[in-house]
């Protein structure tokens, strides 16, 4: 059994499954589910609006002093002066969801002055619950997860995400790609990150890494990620992640050798921080346990 039995978490849980049983309802029938478009390529439903209502409602039932900050309607409502913050996405994965691809999760992180201490991740399709308390670990259904133990890359699996919006760097990103896909066993483009971020932490995946992520993206499963064993950041290995626009997760071994293929397309490269970073990890897989020098860091 896992030990997440912090009473914020168990709160966070029943937000998620009141939330995924309105999306499970709604997908029995998505011809009939209203879509609007916010800009090109990026869709809300009345699915996520309802699912969003019914997580907040529950969140602040239990906590009437917590702030809320939600992908759908933002930081309007709960007590916004708080140092507790609960960072939603109700349907990460919209457009697999009006489709009918069941790959699509709800998002939930509560962040305390700042950091992120509970994380609930629930995938309606496959009912399963992934979830992780600050310094407790991970788990996926009550049992214990861990990142992958594969150190070679041309072994690895990586997920992605790619651009969609006509202001996304596209040609960048298919160097990016390209670089990534020569050196690894295989890409894969699920299409809900808070979803690839929880399978890299249960060792499905043994990377992940885009651009354009918003913290609701992020937040919930940068701690799984973490609390799995692997290491999160920005593509020059820099933990501070949440509001840059740029997510790149993976196992310690991982990760760093994903730095240094990556690194070059951060926005924040220059020579000095990528040295800078590059240490950074090394000293961060050393942390780990992880002989550093493994790491293609050179």
């Not at 960072?87 to 939930?108: E, K």
């Not at 298919?174 to 896909?181: A, E, K, Q």
């Amino acid at each position: 059994m896992s030990p997440n039995l912090h009473p914020m978490i168990n709160v966070a849980v029943k937000a998620a499954r009141t939330a995924g049983s309105i999306i499970n309802r709604a997908a029995l029938d998505v011809e009939a589910v209203r879509i609007s478009q916010k800009q090109v390529n990026d869709f809300v439903t009345e699915v996520d609006h309802a699912a969003e209502q019914a997580i907040i409602e529950t969140l602040l039932g239990a906590y009437p002093g917590h702030a809320i900050w939600a992908e759908e309607s933002g930081p309007e409502h709960g007590a916004q002066d708080s140092e507790f913050v609960w960072i939603i996405d109700p349907l990460d994965g919209t457009t697999n969801f009006i489709h009918g691809l069941p790959i699509y999760c709800v998002s939930i992180a509560l962040a305390v002055k700042g950091k992120i201490e509970q994380a609930v991740i629930y995938d309606p399709s496959r009912n399963d619950l992934f979830t992780a308390t600050k310094g407790r670990g991970a788990y996926l259904n009550d049992r214990r997860i861990r990142v992958s133990k594969r150190i070679r890359l041309q072994e690895c699996l990586i997920s992605t995400g790619f651009p969609f919006r006509p202001t996304d760097d596209f040609n960048s990103y298919l160097r990016m790609m390209g670089d990534v896909m020569q050196r690894t066993a295989g890409l894969r483009r699920p299409g809900a990150a808070a979803l690839d971020l929880a399978y890299v932490a249960a060792g499905f995946t043994d990377g992940f890494f885009e651009t354009g992520l918003q913290p609701w993206d992020v937040a919930a499963g940068s701690l799984l990620v973490t609390e799995a064993g692997g290491l999160m950041g920005n593509f020059t290995g820099e933990p501070d992640f949440l509001e840059q626009h740029e997510c790149l997760a993976g196992s310690p071994r991982v990760y760093g050798q994903l730095v240094s293929i990556l690194g070059k397309y951060s926005k924040f490269a220059n020579v000095a921080e990528k040295a800078a970073a590059q240490q950074a990890v090394a000293e961060l897989a050393a942390d780990q346990g992880v002989l550093a020098n493994a790491n293609g860091l050179g």
